[in-house]
C-alpha cells in the first residue's frame, strides 16, 4: 500500500492550503484516513482522522479552522487548513489504516505516507 501526499507549501498567516493524500496498493478498503502534524523538534500529533463512512474527529486546536473529507471512491483523503497560524507549521503526515482481508480474519494494517512540509510564516 503506497501513499502519496501532496499540496504543502509556504503561506502566510491567514491564508489556506489543501492537503490531499491517495491510497494505492493491495488492500480491501479504507477504514479510516487521518493527517498527523509533527512540528519542528516536536512529537507528532493528530490533526484531523476521518473514517470511510465520513464521522470526523479533530482536536480543539484546528476546530473551526480546518476540514477533513474522504473521497472514497477513489481512496483519498482532503484537509482544508483555513486561517493558518504559525504554530500550524509542521510536517503533516497521511496515515492510512486500511482493511486488508475479512477473511478467514479481519487483519487491518497502518500506513504512513512521506510528509509534505507546511510553512506559515510572512
Known amino acids: 500500500v503506497q501513499l502519496q501526499a501532496f499540496g504543502g507549501g509556504l503561506v502566510q498567516p491567514g491564508g489556506s492550503l489543501r492537503l490531499s493524500c491517495a491510497a494505492s496498493?493491495?488492500?480491501?478498503?479504507?477504514?479510516?484516513m487521518s493527517w498527523y502534524g509533527q512540528p519542528p523538534g516536536e512529537q507528532r500529533d493528530l490533526v484531523a482522522s476521518?473514517?470511510?463512512?465520513?464521522?470526523?474527529n479533530l482536536p480543539d486546536s484546528v476546530k473551526g479552522r480546518f476540514a477533513i473529507s474522504i473521497d472514497s471512491a477513489n481512496n483519498t483523503v482532503h484537509l482544508q487548513m483555513n486561517s493558518l497560524k504559525p504554530e500550524d507549521t509542521a510536517i503533516y503526515y497521511c496515515?492510512?489504516?486500511?482493511?486488508?482481508?475479512?477473511?478467514?480474519?479481519?487483519?487491518?494494517?497502518?500506513?504512513w505516507g512521506q510528509g509534505t512540509l507546511v510553512t506559515v510564516s510572512s
Open positions: 496498493g493491495s488492500f480491501k478498503s479504507i477504514f479510516v
Open positions: 496515515n492510512a489504516h486500511v482493511i486488508l482481508t475479512t477473511t478467514p480474519q479481519l487483519t487491518t494494517k497502518h500506513y
Open positions: 476521518i473514517t470511510s463512512g465520513g464521522a470526523t
